[in-house]
């Protein structure tokens, strides 16, 4: 990814955001994941899109599987006017902390998240034989929600079937402001829908994109951070995450 030509001043801006999340824990508790159901209060969402097919065997190297790889990796297919992520590009997935500046209601608020694990395996489905790639993110203290999003890649080895899939479950946390408390009440089941059904949109578009160009980078840069190699702030801050 290119850097802007502010890139030093943006990254000094968000700096202090991702340092502030730095020690922060997850908002619910890890042990009781098997408790969070929709009959116990929670909101379980699994959404699909299929991508274009490969032939059968294992993912090609050019092909819609590796080309969705690349989008999940940067982060590029949510919708920007809903959330935006923030991050340093070159930290390795696994350990990455992200802020999400998300827009509702006219307003801008920034939430912490961490990824919780990346997987990377074959393995049995209904459907057959499967190679999938992808990772989860958690919610940390002060998110307007408590729990985990899975993005995940499939491809069936039989039959060259590409499929992106969304798996999530959620619940409202603690919301101190009451006036935002009743819009994310009234709107934020819609906003859910919404991001999943967009970035389901968008990353079958940079897919296609990737397959037509060649070209494994946005045209445009979709979140405002800079590689740590081009900050000396932001490598000090890999550096410690190592």
Sequence with gaps: MSAPSNAPALWEQQQARLQAYENSAVNFDLTRVSEYTAENGWRIDDYEVELPQEAPGPPAPHGSWAAAQEVLRR?????????????????PLEKRLMVLRAQFLGFSFWFGVRVGGVTDERRASPDGEEQVWGYNYRTLEGHFERGQIDFTIHKLLATGRVLFRIHAFSQVGQIRNPFYWIGFKFFGRMLQKRFARESMR?????????????QTTPTAPTTPVQAASESKAAQEQLDKAQ
């Design 75 to 91: 982060y590029s297919f949510p919708p920007p006017n809903l959330i935006t992520g923030i991050f340093v590009p070159d930290q």
């Design 202 to 214: 968008r990353l079958q578009e940079q897919v296609a994109e990737i397959m037509r160009t060649g």
